[in-house]
């Protein structure tokens, strides 16, 4: 094995005497690289062709120049120590040269050959250190001038020793003007103005500032204590200030904080709308059928009977308005390159998050070496999601830790096929098919099985009174669920939490992975042995009128209240042709019933009734039919899978 090539200190000879540059020459050659010159002026040309020479040694007479003038002159072109020879009749002009700097030694001829080694030993080692010094001088300043942040020194009375550019513009000063000031004065000058909904005790003051075209920007100021060396070997405190741009953070915030209380606001009416629209469906179906048993013939009874219909009307009209308010924004879902998405992300994530601060957490990313297959998502919502996770998994370390983004492609193959199902948040199996997979994971406190079963629940928080509202959790599941996806949480006391967000993902085709529900909802050829439709519904009082107005259009109707009964009735009554049923039921939802039944029956047809205005969990081409709905609605439904003879 060979061992590398360790380069030698370049050491310059300079005398007019060919045996003195020989005799030089034989002592430090085994040593050194050794150049020669034989007068001064050769010298010089030499160190300005040769930056790297470490050490000079130059005779004092010379015929064409001195060599304490020759040294003066290598000084301004060459980091090199220096070492003059002379003869006892020049020390008065070595003194003058060691007093003005020109020389590093001096060495009486004849000299002793130890001595002078050691001196050549002390000049290189000098010379390298000198060059280490400046490149880490320079390393330094670019790392001072060109990091993304405002830095300035703070002496111990306060007064800014030195700052970037970036500082004095977030200032709003010019570097010299900021140099004549104290700490105090350019924070007081800048003013103290605050987010509403930003501070908490334990961060740095935020300053908001407007710049000269009228924006609004918000910075946070934070302060690192140093030490740096003083004069006689004592120490001096020091102080740096570090000026972050967290304008793009808080705004991000802003809209987390909207986004929660749209969210929140969302499943409050959502809830109330789903059971006020079964009580219409129940109240106007009702109302129907008792018109179509016996019409009234008294008319104080028939306008009585209009005016129940009127007003069962105008309240559904009323809870459309309520849910168009309320309800979550439809998503803007396309293929996104999550690993890009990340990667954009990581700027602003490690800022604000890991910045400086009391609580800076580092964030680190863990994407696949590979290509990873794209998401269908909407990226905005996704970064607000990502954003309330950091959050948290930075709260969840009040002494500190790390955050960790992964990204990872699963493939979910049906049960049937051999696969293992995959149980989400919501408590049901993922539907089978490609995701992609996004984890953050905390080394934090972690959680008890009792607080998982709460995080995602609305107004429910474990932080302190005033740090939370407990609305960014269900926020972020809320959009998972919209997106045909679903969470899960592995967590443990003291072991730290890990969240991850599965999302459909998006093959080369462009078709996304999971086999959604409304693919059941198939046409097929009517025939005499499908004339019977299902109807399921956990509400008696709605599943009697959709009953009813199906029974009086001619169809023989079977009727259960909840996932499981119809499973069951599918795989036993081969004669059932269709299957009307509630999308939100109590341990089985519509759309989980109906990806099972698309096992059992794939060519079963399946329409979705609902109270509740978001339909995102379905796919578009599923057949939706919404609460209160009149007996023509239902029946123009179904003649688009049976025609209704």
């Known amino acids: 094995m060979t061992g590398a090539v360790v380069s030698r200190d370049r050491v310059l000879l300079i005398d007019d005497e060919p045996e003195i540059l020989v005799a030089l020459t034989d002592l430090l050659d085994r040593e050194f690289e050794v150049l020669t010159a034989t007068s001064g002026r050769e010298a010089l040309a030499t160190l300005a062709d040769d930056p790297g020479v470490s050490v000079i040694v130059s005779d004092q007479r010379m015929r064409d120049m001195t060599g304490d003038a020759l040294l003066a002159q290598a000084r301004k072109i060459s980091d090199a120590g220096t070492i003059l020879l002379t003869g006892f009749a020049d020390l008065d002009t070595v ?25 050549v030993r002390e000049a290189a080692s000098a010379c390298r250190t000198r060059q280490e010094l400046a490149t880490e001088r320079a390393l330094l300043r670019s790392l001072f001038d060109g990091l993304p942040l405002g830095l300035a020194l703070v002496d111990e009375t306060g007064r800014i020793m030195r700052l970037n550019e970036r500082a004095a513009l977030a200032f709003g000063r010019s570097v010299s003007d900021c140099l004549t000031l104290t700490e105090g004065e350019i924070l007081q000058d800048l003013g103290s103005d605050t987010p509403s909904e930003q501070p908490e005790e334990d961060r740095p003051p935020v300053i908001r500032r407007v710049d000269g075209n009228g924006h609004e920007h918000w910075h946070r100021i934070s302060r690192v204590p140093l030490t740096a060396p003083a004069e006689r070997g004592a120490q001096r405190a020091v102080s740096v200030l570090i000026d972050q741009d967290v304008t793009d953070l808080i ?25 006020f629209n079964n009580l ?46 309320s309800r979550p924004r439809d998503l803007a879902r396309r293929a996104v390159d999550i690993p890009q ?16 601060g009391p609580r800076a957490i580092p964030v680190r ?9 794209q998401a269908s998502t909407d990226p905005s919502l996704l970064e607000v999601a990502l954003v309330n996770l950091c959050l ?9 830790g790390e955050i960790i983004i992964s990204a990872r492609a699963e493939t979910l193959e049906p049960v049937s096929h051999g696969g293992t199902p995959i149980i989400g948040r919501s408590g049901r199996p993922l539907a089978p098919g490609r995701y992609v997979v996004i984890s953050v994971t905390d080394r934090g406190v972690g959680m008890t099985v009792e607080t998982q079963a709460r995080i995602f629940e609305p107004f429910f928080t474990t932080k302190a009174v005033g740090s939370g509202i407990g609305l960014g959790l269900p926020m972020v599941y809320g959009f998972v669920q919209r997106n045909g996806g679903d969470v899960r949480v592995s967590s443990a006391p003291g072991a730290g939490t890990s969240i991850e967000l599965w999302l459909p993902a998006v093959d080369a085709q462009g078709r996304v992975g999971p ?20 109807v399921v519904d956990d509400d008696p009082n709605v599943a009697a009128v959709t009953v009813g107005f199906l029974s009086r259009a001619g169809f023989k109707v079977l009727e259960c209240h909840n996932g499981s009964q119809a499973l069951d009735l599918v795989r036993d009554r081969p004669d059932i042709g269709l299957v009307v049923m509630d999308l939100l039921m109590p341990e089985m939802n519509g759309d989980e019933c109906a990806r099972r039944i698309s096992v059992l029956r794939p060519d079963l047809g399946v329409i979705f009734v609902t109270g509740f205005a978001d339909r995102a969990i379905l796919p578009p081409d599923a057949h939706v039919l919404a609460k209160p709905f ?10 688009e899978l049976i025609p209704v003879k």
Do not use: C
């Not at 959604?516 to 019977?532: K, L």
């Open 630 to 639: 009149t007996r023509e609605a239902l029946l123009s439904g179904v003649e």
């Open 251 to 275: 705004e991000m915030e802003k809209r987390a904080r909207q986004a929660d209380k749209m969210q929140a606001i969302g499943t409050l009416a959502g809830g109330i709308a789903h059971d």
């Open 280 to 325: 219409l469906t129940a109240v106007l179906g009702s109302l129907e059928l008792v018109q179509d048993l016996q019409p009234p013939v008294d008319p104080n009874i028939s306008r009585l009977f209009t005016n129940a219909m009127d007003a069962a009307r105008r309240g559904a009209v009323l809870t459309q308005k309520l849910l168009d308010f």
């Open 341 to 356: 998405l990340l990667g954009q992300m990581q700027g602003l994530l490690a800022q604000s998050i890991g910045g400086g």
């Open 392 to 400: 948290n998994a930075r709260d969840a370390q009040p002494k500190g």
């Open 95 to 119: 003194a003058a040269a060691l007093n003005r700097g020109a020389i590093t030694f001096y060495a009486a001829k004849p000299w002793d050959p130890g001595s002078l080694l050691a001196m």
């Open 365 to 373: 990313l863990e994407l696949p070496a590979g290509i990873l297959l």
């Open 515 to 534: 086999v959604s529900a409304g693919q059941t909802a198939q046409h097929h050829a009517p025939g005499s042995q499908q004339r019977s439709i299902l």
